[in-house]
């Protein structure tokens, strides 16, 4: 499935929808920010993963509280809606991915790069909605 099927299938606002392949062109939009550096491929897996994941959501804006390493992007996601407000927390991690699937490079560590290339935004290990109750776990930058 391809980005722009995702995002016709989701129930994200056109504004967003606009912003999200905007981000997928390197071009900065208020309706996707970071509270840190992020580099942007990693925003764009976020992003789809976010509306395939959740495609009900009416999006309008979203937030990145992230951590990037080489082969990871980890932290939470807070999204704004027509309706209220969500949080969720998430793990993307090609390594993981390729571990999972076997594969090693000429190293005999996990091939991150081939997981990447091949499962692009579905290398997450984890994504789960945060609750009210932990929202202080997660504190904003």
């Known amino acids: 499935m391809q980005l722009t099927d995702i995002l016709d299938q989701s129930s994200a606002m056109p504004d967003f929808k606009a ?64 309706d209220g407000a969500r949080r969720f927390a998430f793990s993307w991690d090609c390594a993981w991915r390729a571990h999972e699937m076997g594969w090693t490079d000429c190293f005999g560590f996990p091939d991150q790069m081939r997981a990447a290339r091949e499962y692009d935004w579905r290398c997450f290990k984890s994504w789960q909605s945060v609750d009210e109750t932990r929202n202080e776990s997660f504190a904003t930058a």
């Open 19 to 82: 912003a999200v392949l905007s981000v997928r062109e390197r071009i900065r939009t208020p309706l996707v920010t970071s509270a840190r550096p992020v580099p942007h491929v990693k925003i764009v897996r976020l992003l789809t993963h976010l509306l395939e994941a959740e495609p009900e959501l009416a999006i309008t804006s979203v937030r990145i509280h992230a951590d990037s390493g080489c082969s990871d992007l980890t932290g939470i996601i807070d999204v704004s809606c027509v």
